[in-house]
Nanobody
């Protein structure tokens, strides 16, 4: 059964860092574009970042550009989201998602582009 699982969420202070991981079972991540999304309470889910199948192309929402870095280790079947300089407004449930078609380069970081989703991991930024 195809599954994605996020981990690494938790509580961080403003200015702190967290690294999220997205691991796959039942399929090989290297065949998919991987996106990261987040949803804060009372808000719509928003796209945060994506990474191409080979890892050479990435994209970021303006709100996280320069602070977040997406990477992948296809040998470990895992994608990472390194989050630095965290702000309280980064508080949300973070999801990874896999797109079997399309590219990160042309992605609009929209939900409908992605086929499979993880259950999410909570990130809370607070002092």
């Amino acid at each position: 059964q195809l599954q994605l699982m996020e981990s690494g969420g938790g509580l961080a202070q403003p200015g702190g860092s967290l690294r999220l991981s997205c691991a796959a079972s039942g399929f090989t991540l290297r065949n998919s574009v991987i996106g990261w999304f987040r949803q804060a309470p009372g808000k719509e889910r928003e796209g945060v970042s994506c990474i191409s199948r080979g890892g050479s192309s990435t994209k970021y929402a303006d709100s996280v550009k320069g602070r977040f870095t997406v990477s992948r280790d296809n040998a470990k079947n895992t994608v990472y989201l390194q989050m630095n300089s965290l702000k309280p407004e980064d508080t949300a449930v973070y999801y990874c998602a896999a797109a079997l078609s399309g590219t990160c380069y042309y992605s609009s970081l929209r939900d409908h582009e992605y086929d499979y989703w993880g259950q999410g991991t909570q990130v809370t930024v607070s002092s």
